[in-house]
């Protein structure tokens, strides 16, 4: 019965993970962008919610609705202002601008707030810690189940917004040949913005939960980064399905590596992440092909 | 007044100018064919006109306005659609996919996704495959059909006959005619000299950037447009310019 609860918890941390990833996994998708400051900005949005819950009092879920179009507003700065031109001089680059973009971030929250951690734990009353039980030795958090119900629905509509809207048509027609979406009409430097729109808008859902099931300082956004990295390689790089499988494989592979011995869980996880990059690697395909791309698993 | 002018057109690659000082008209409902050898200059051209290419210098002119400094994406939206060199269809997305991207953002007019289908009978069977899957002729109708139903005024089209089997380049050429007999505007880039000489109503030759004969089509022999294609005769005989 133990073992069921761990993959069961697993399941559950997984759609942490997926929630968390979802935004790094349409950046890449998207712009080809692997945003290393993806982490600081989940934790700048829960700094955010957290002042507002603060000074005004009122719920967290309220004040993340506040929070969203800032941190949409912010995205579409972001591209605008540094992603366009670091893209312009190829992929690497943009990597390097955006670690540099999490260190300010990570500086300028300690300049604000300090170091003390923080939590929205005590803004959301019983569900912080109400569950629901399953027989006598399974509980199901309602916070976890709440956190999983939103990250399907969030990868789900994205998956959604990209398959069926022209929004999303334009979005992957710019991604697949951003020179000949321009010559079918599309405005690609828009299209991008709005994708990085939507990419941080969807990072501050992960960090407003980040927040509440847990507790945050300035400096907590490379561990949030390096699970989320993790679940989009998992899942395979810009399959929005994918990451949410990718989070459920790396939540239970850490519950269970806690189940065998305690100090299991960041190594089984890690494990498993080197092991589905070893397996991409070696399968030839994406050596042949030579790209970094391929060998984090995007299909063509 | 015409539909196209371009006047004085350079086009710069870094170091290389690829096209010198261009001038040149298309009138509505005419067919133009730009022929020429490789690295003559014809790809740029049509890519500076579609805006994919800014220019050095010179105007380009679409029904009177100015549209040299206008955005590519928005040349569409003012009826200038082109077909690039290769098909450049966006791969991982289906036929329908690939026309409704660019359906959206085109001119109202009368070609719908239906009409292509129409007019591209093979298209329909693989109507939800993804482009990147089908034959060559196959993405070629689909990557004309993506340009068509933007409703373009002039239609540019950069080698369609380019890498596909001779029955696949008649099944599109059969379809180009009933285009040009409805009286499309095409500025047309083709290898094919026969070709270019049957279906176009002008033709234009260039050669090292610049356009060295031009004239009407049924006016020009192939050995006048042979001496021009190589440039046998420069220097000695005077080229009519454009």
Redesign the interface.
């Known amino acids: 019965m133990i073992w069921v609860n761990q993959i069961v918890q697993g399941i559950l941390l997984g759609g942490y993970y997926a929630l968390i990833a979802c935004g790094l996994s349409f950046m890449f998708g998207v712009m080809r962008i692997i945003n290393l400051a993806h982490g600081d900005l989940a934790v700048l949005a829960a700094f955010l919610v957290w002042s507002i819950v603060g000074y005004t009092g009122m719920s967290p879920f309220l004040a993340l609705a506040i929070v969203l179009p800032v941190m949409g507003g912010l995205g579409w700065l972001m591209q605008r202002v540094m992603l366009e031109r670091s893209l312009r001089a190829g992929m690497l680059v943009p990597l390097l601008t955006t670690f540099g973009l999490g260190i300010v971030i990570q500086n300028l929250l300690f300049a604000y707030y300090g170091a003390d951690t923080r939590s929205l734990a005590p803004a959301i009353g019983d569900l912080a810690f109400d569950s629901w039980s399953l027989g006598s030795q399974i509980y199901i958090s309602h916070l976890a189940g709440l956190i999983f119900l939103v990250a399907v629905l969030l990868l789900g509509g994205l998956q959604l917004l990209l398959a069926r809207t ?1 929004l999303g ?2 979005i ?2 710019t991604a ?2 951003p ?10 430097r828009a299209v991008y913005a709005a994708a990085a729109a939507i990419a941080v808008m969807t990072v501050a859902v992960g960090g407003t939960f980040l927040g509440m099931r847990a507790t945050f300082g300035p400096y907590a956004g490379p561990t949030q980064l390096i699970f989320a990295f993790e679940a989009v390689v998992i899942g395979g790089l810009g399959s929005m399905w994918g990451t949410l499988f990718g989070g459920i494989v790396l939540g239970v592979a850490q519950n269970i590596g806690a189940q065998i011995a305690p100090n299991g869980f960041l190594i089984a996880g890690h494990a498993v992440f080197l092991l589905v990059l070893g397996v991409r690697l070696a399968s030839g395909s994406a050596i042949a092909r030579g790209r970094i791309r391929a060998l984090l698993g995007r ?2 | 007044m015409s539909l196209l002018s371009v006047e004085r057109l350079d086009v710069r690659h870094g170091q290389l100018q690829a096209v010198r000082s261009i001038s040149f008209e298309v009138q509505e409902g005419e067919t133009l064919a730009l022929v020429g050898a490789n690295g003559a200059g014809k790809t740029t051209l049509l890519r500076a006109i579609a805006g994919a290419h800014r220019p050095a210098g010179g105007r380009i002119l679409l029904d009177g306005a100015d549209v040299t400094e206008v955005p590519a994406y928005r040349r569409v939206a003012q009826g200038i659609a082109l077909v690039p060199e290769g098909r450049r269809l966006f791969p991982g997305m289906t036929v329908e996919e690939n026309l409704l991207v660019a359906r959206a953002n085109g001119r109202p007019g009368p070609w719908t996704i239906d009409r292509v289908l129409e007019a591209f009978p093979m298209l329909r069977a693989r109507f939800k495959a993804k482009a990147g899957n089908l034959s060559g002729g196959e993405q070629q109708a689909t990557a004309i059909g993506r340009a068509l139903v933007t409703n373009p005024r002039i239609l540019l089209l950069d080698e369609v006959s380019l890498g596909l089997a001779p029955i696949a380049v008649e099944r599109v050429y059969q379809c180009l005619e009933t285009l040009i007999s409805g009286g499309a505007t095409i500025l047309l880039v083709e290898q094919d000299l026969g070709r270019a000489l049957r279906v176009a109503t002008r033709v234009a030759c260039m050669l090292e950037g610049s356009v060295v004969l031009e004239g009407p089509a049924a006016a020009l022999t192939r050995e006048q447009v042979t001496e021009a294609y190589f440039g046998l005769k420069r220097g000695t005989e005077q080229s009519q310019p454009a």
């Open positions: 022209p048509r334009a992957r027609a697949e040949d020179d000949t979406a321009e010559l079918v009409g599309i405005n690609s299909s063509p």
